[in-house]
């Protein structure tokens, strides 16, 4: 990606102009690692996502070789253990589940969805985005079109929809994030195309015979993809908390499968004797969509060509 | 301005056939859509199941099907000479598959109100959907109300203390506020003030009365204090960011550098210069936050036991009741539609600049 990054840059005085005036010689990757690295808040928010991650990745072999424990081995002489117990330090649920072990089990689901249903609704939000912007006229009215509608539609109103007719399983669900959430990256990568378009590289690209398909994928998406970056972050945020809802409200993933979500929507019923069972999955919620957010920020003024002394 | 408002009205025209165009597609996506569900049932023979499905229409072409669920079909296929049977017809077949005569079209189609009957229920589901608005309406203007009231100011006060603690605190404090599913929220203050401390009302709008109605608003105020926190806290947050940023903006004007040249004390800059004419860019916030607030009032309605719109589409997904969820759909969209349309009034009303342009 930094190649793709830099050959604009070293073609074109005005993008020179804008990317490379505190130190120079340094890519726009190169300075936005060298801003990251001085940002303590990020880096800790990155920190602790990537634990969860790696967690969540390792869950069937924790849970096998050092919890002991099956997620959906039910256990009715062993329902609703409070904190600490031996073998099940945070408790178990009202049918006798470890409630560690289904909590890192749900991750697994619950980034996964969020990583690719993000990575699909912002590919393709960069795509139609640079498409619009570029081409303009009737195809920048067809999509201008349908983000009006989808925006007009409450958001979790359209998914409910969706989910009474498609009772989504995790790839049914990310497919539907991806095909509903692209719209605020959209109109953001157009409105950037717009003013790309009439600068003067772009044209010096379109004078020396560059193909439109050329000009877009060197020119246009290399200087659109920063805020490209900082929307998925956010993007996968919303997604947790979305996809939590649904299976909050029972029409998301559907149990047995683990997510926090629908955990949340099962301890609800038993809460007045359970409010172990409403606090973790809740908190890995909360600290998850707000590591994303503060990492989007952070990147945000990373990747910020116009903040220098950063 | 009549102009500006009938050019935006026209803008809503598409938009509005969008919704209806997407939700339609949707549905009938539908394994055993809906109208297949009707058509389901194991003790009709084989002969007579056509009939049906022919009268509703189910082989139709797309676009006759969407234009009968819009408009409805009793223009389409109607009797003149009272005998029960249909004797012209547009755009539909005039006789069925075996050849005799189908009975005129009934429906009126959703734009004239009709989203046919619920599955369950066995009412339009018109009826049963109006019956829910206020109860939305009550709870989402009480959340809007609140936003605005404390996120207004907050907003202010961070923006006239840029940098010091206040504006750090409410900065931090609003990220966070958004990064917290208001499903958790909700679920966390019953927890602390239903069930423990037992001071509020865990959920409802009002105590079970043998009439099903419920007092006046200001005799069960108490139900609606969660529901109104819950579902108005991340309009708050959102609302201070918003309303600090616009002030800041303000504040940098030449107008405001007038005023302080001119000797006004800093209270009168602020407040008198400053905040009102930092509001104007707010009114531009209204519109998402009403589809922000009908959107919320689904996951607060469901955890409160709120009888609204919100509650009524989670029941009727989970029930697969599509009328209902179809009706909500395009209800909570035309709401939003109107809740913009109001937005762009409001804001050309306060700032003439809009209107002219």
Redesign the interface.
Known sequence: MSESQTAPAALTPTKRLNVGEARSGMSLLGRAMYRLRRDTLTLIALGVLLLLVVISALAPIISRDFLNVDPDATNGYAHMLPLGTPGHVLGTDNIGRDQLSRLMFAGQVSLGIAVVGGVLSIGIGLILGVMAGYFGGRLDDLIN??I???????????L??????LRPGPTALIIVFGLIGWTFTTRLVRGETLSLRERDFIVAARAVGASDWHIMFLHIIPNVISITIVNLAITM?DLI?VE??LS????GIQPPTPTW?NM?SNA?SF??TG?YL?IP??LL??VT??CL??VG?GLRDALDPTINNA | MSKYLLRRLLQAI??FF??T???YA??L???GGPVTALTFNPNITPQEREELAARLGVDDPFPVQYVRWLLGDDWMRWDSNGDGLADHSFLLALDGPDGNPLPPGTQLGILRGDFGDSFFQHQPVFNIVMGRIPATLELGAMALLLSIIVGMPIGILAAIGRGRAFDNVTRVLA??I???????LG??L??IFG?WLDILPMGSRCAVTLTGTCPPIYQRLNYLILPTIVLAAAPIASYSRFMRASMLETISKDYIRTAQAKGLSRREVWFRHGARNALIPLATFLGPAI??L???A??VE??FSWPGLGLL??R???Q?D?PI??A??II??AG??IG?LITDVLYAVIDPRIRFS
């Open positions: 079109w349908v009006a509608t989808i925006n007009s539609i409450p958001a979790l109103f359209l409910l929809i969706i989910a009474a007719i945020g908390l939590s809802a909050f409200l029972g029409v979500g949340l609800q809460f007045k409010a409403i999955p809740g919620i909360v969509v707000l957010y503060v920020d | 598409p938009t969008g919704i165009l997407l939700s949707l549905m996506g539908a394994p990220v966070l958004n990064a917290i599913p208001a499903f958790w679920l966390i019953i927890l069930a589809a922000g009908l959107g919320g689904a996951v469901t955890i589409a989670v009727a997904v989970v697969q599509y969820v179809m909500t759909v909570a969209g939003t539609l913009l």
